[in-house]
């Protein structure tokens, strides 16, 4: 079965970190994209990164940039993002998504494969 176990969600404070990681299983996991996707409540489902765990690839939304950062353990089948400089913005439910043939990142229809959420709430 494939599997995709998001972690590394919790509650911080505005300019803080996190680390989420999105654990892989029941596939090749070289020969997928791995994407991050959040949802606040009453707001679309955003893009928020992706990374080509083929080669090293990565995608960021514009929300995110230089703040975020995707990276792949290809040993390890895990992908993470490091989130600092955290906002109020950034609270949401952020899943992680794996996709075989990915060519626009951003867009959740792209991906095959769903985990469940892990929850991040930045206080101001």
């Known amino acids: 079965d494939v599997q995709l176990q998001a972690s590394g969600g919790g509650l911080v404070q505005a300019g803080g970190s996190l680390r989420l990681s999105c654990a892989a299983s029941?596939?090749?996991?070289?020969?997928?994209?791995i994407g991050w996707f959040r949802q606040a409540p009453g707001k679309e489902r955003e893009g928020v990164s992706s990374i080509i765990t083929s080669d090293g690839s990565t995608y960021y939304g514009d929300s995110v940039k230089g703040r975020f950062t995707i990276s792949s353990d290809n040993a390890k089948n895990t992908v993470y993002l490091q989130m600092n400089s955290l906002k109020s913005e950034d609270t949401a439910v952020y899943y992680c998504a794996a996709g075989v043939v990915v060519t626009r990142p951003g867009y959740s229809y792209e991906y095959d494969y769903w985990g469940q959420g892990t929850q991040v709430t930045v206080s101001s």
């Open positions: 029941g596939f090749t996991f070289d020969d997928y994209a």
